[in-house]
């Protein structure tokens, strides 16, 4: 039981270059989160996943597009890199089924450099 | 004012001493409250969760909630060197209710020193 799983573990983009940041979980769980982690900023929500199929805005968006692949993949992809986008991503699951199931299991997340 | 916001730090302690820790939220309906500990370089790990007024205790750690103050703290008595990190507060928002979102403080980070 590997948890939730994210590759690369680092990474450095050049201005303008993609790539998908990948996450899988192996706990049946539901919903699924992609957050960054700037210093002094705590956890941002980028976006989430509910269900299989579904995925909603969090808080921060733009420059991120996300896919749901299945019950167990959401992956993350920027389009264009900004130095703005350097930052340290994760991503978590959870099963929201009743209140304590709100617990939010975390990858080891990507270390990302844009320069 | 932040959704949620934690005291700012850093904070020292002494080892032995008790930390604590304090978080404040502006959604008077939120449900659910979670202490996170986050390492330096690692990813965040739950301590701690609570979703009723009053006190909750595990080992060390106690997590307190009062609703109508819109406050949750958590205390870690005898502190370790071990229990240096970042602690970061999460709340479950009345209107994050759906699939579980959190909200979290930007963080405090402790340090205890022998």
């Known amino acids: 039981n590997a948890g939730v799983t994210q590759t690369p573990k680092f990474q450095v983009l050049k201005t303008g270059q993609s790539m998908t940041l990948q996450c899988a979980q192996d706990m049946n769980h539901n919903s699924m989160y992609w957050y960054r982690q700037d210093p002094g900023m705590g956890l941002r929500l980028i976006y989430y996943s509910a269900s299989e199929g579904t995925t909603d805005k969090g808080e921060v968006p733009n420059g991120y597009n996300v896919s749901r692949l299945n019950k167990r993949e959401f992956s993350l992809r920027l389009e264009s890199a900004a130095p703005s986008q350097t930052s340290v991503y994760f991503c978590?699951?959870?099963?929201?089924?009743?209140?304590?199931?709100?617990?939010?299991?975390f990858g080891p997340g990507t270390r990302l450099t844009v320069t | 004012q932040k959704e949620v916001e934690q005291n700012s730090g850093p904070l020292s302690v002494p080892e032995g001493a008790i930390a604590s820790l304090n978080c404040t939220y502006s959604d008077r309906g939120s449900q659910s409250f979670f202490w996170y500990r986050q390492y330096s370089g690692k990813s965040p790990e739950l301590i701690m969760f609570?979703?009723?007024?009053g006190d909750k205790e595990d080992g060390r750690f106690t997590a307190q909630l009062n609703k109508a103050s819109q406050y949750v703290s958590l205390l870690i008595r005898d502190s370790q060197p071990s229990d240096s990190a970042t602690y970061l507060c999460?709340?479950?928002?009345?209107?994050?209710?759906?699939?579980?979102?959190?909200?979290f403080g930007q963080g405090t980070i402790l340090t205890v020193h022998p």
């Open positions: 999460a709340v479950n928002l009345a209107g994050g209710t759906s699939y579980g979102k959190l909200t």
């Open positions: 609570i979703y009723s007024n």
């Open positions: 978590a699951s959870s099963d929201p089924g009743f209140q304590a199931s709100y617990e939010q299991y």
